[in-house]
């Protein structure tokens, strides 16, 4: 009887490990499907066109002053 209630523990153990891997496993999935998701990459292109057009800007405004200098 004992074995058997040793036997019953060990495999509720054993699926409960089993769970919670598979739970992992799930979460880091869903993690990686919100990153690859269309609206994160579209405001990351956002977030980047905005730095690109600020640099731009910069290097503009400065070209306009060298050559107010020459």
């Known amino acids: 009887m ?3 209630i040793q036997n019953k523990i060990n495999k509720i153990q054993e ?3 089993a769970s ?3 739970k ?3 979460d880091s999935n869903v ?3 919100n990153s690859n998701d ?3 990459k579209s405001i990351r292109n ?8 600020s640099e731009l800007k910069s ?3 400065l070209a306009k002053k060298i050559n107010k200098i020459f």
């Open 24 to 26: 992992k496993m799930m």
């Open 46 to 53: 956002t977030k980047e066109a905005e730095l690109f057009f």
């Open 38 to 40: 269309s609206l994160v």
């Open 59 to 61: 290097a503009i405004d």
């Open 2 to 4: 004992k074995d058997s």
């Open 31 to 33: 993690i990686e499907l």
């Open 15 to 17: 699926i409960a490990l």
């Open 20 to 22: 919670n891997t598979k």
